[in-house]
């Protein structure tokens, strides 16, 4: 048996909760959830269990997984093998344009957080920051400053390809590791973890 109707501001609620998912991307705490969303966590968990629900009801190819209080769109388990396909191939293929301009971001911004990245692109980078992690082409270390937190920095074999033996000796370094300082702005979450079958997996970012 299905939920009882929702009202216009719960309707609300669960779309504006399922557009902060997708653009986080990774595990969220119900209560840094509903401090972002200015409800109280009971009613982020309502919005969750109807979210749930309506993605069923509409045979979405995402879910969403709840877990330990936090929840996340995730990508069905039977969409599994045309995940795996789509990241294949992009190891065999050149970078993207969207690859290139992550590359760069998290070289001249390291360290910088996946929720960083996101704000200077303003698109959902997460597909696009695990491949260049799976090529080896960047690191991936928690955040000491803040817990349950990443942060992304280019990789030795990187810095090897470019042909220099630091960031530093890149083109502009300086002037354009400022810029990039000056447009990075503070997460207002954090992850908690990131999961390989996140519904990013699939935006094309």
């Known amino acids: 048996m299905g939920m009882e109707p929702l009202s216009k501001d719960q309707n609300s609620l669960v779309a504006r909760l399922e557009a902060l998912l997708f653009v986080y991307g990774d595990l ?3 209560k840094k959830a509903a401090d972002v969303l200015g409800v ?80 200077i692109r303003g698109v959902n980078s997460s597909y696009t920051v695990r491949a260049l992690a799976l090529r080896g082409l960047i690191n991936r270390e928690q955040d000491s400053q803040r817990a349950n937190a990443y942060i ?17 000796e890149l083109p502009d370094y300086n002037r354009l590791r400022e810029v990039a300082s000056k447009i990075k702005q503070p997460s207002v979450v954090e992850p908690v973890s990131e999961q390989s079958t996140s519904a990013n997996a699939v935006a094309g970012s």
């Open 40 to 119: 109280k966590k009971d009613e982020v968990e309502t919005a969750a269990a109807s979210l749930c629900e309506q993605l069923e009801q509409r045979a979405s190819g995402l879910t969403l997984l709840s877990h330990d209080g936090s929840f996340q769109l995730v990508t069905r388990s039977e969409h599994a093998n045309l995940l795996q396909t789509v990241l294949k191939q992009e190891m065999n293929e050149s970078l993207t344009p969207a690859s290139l301009e992550t590359l760069a971001i998290i070289t001249y911004a390291a360290p910088v957080s996946r929720a960083e990245i996101d704000y």
């Open 152 to 168: 992304y920095s280019p990789s030795a074999d990187l810095i090897r390809s470019l042909g220099v033996a630091r960031v530093e």
């Open 28 to 30: 969220l705490l119900a």
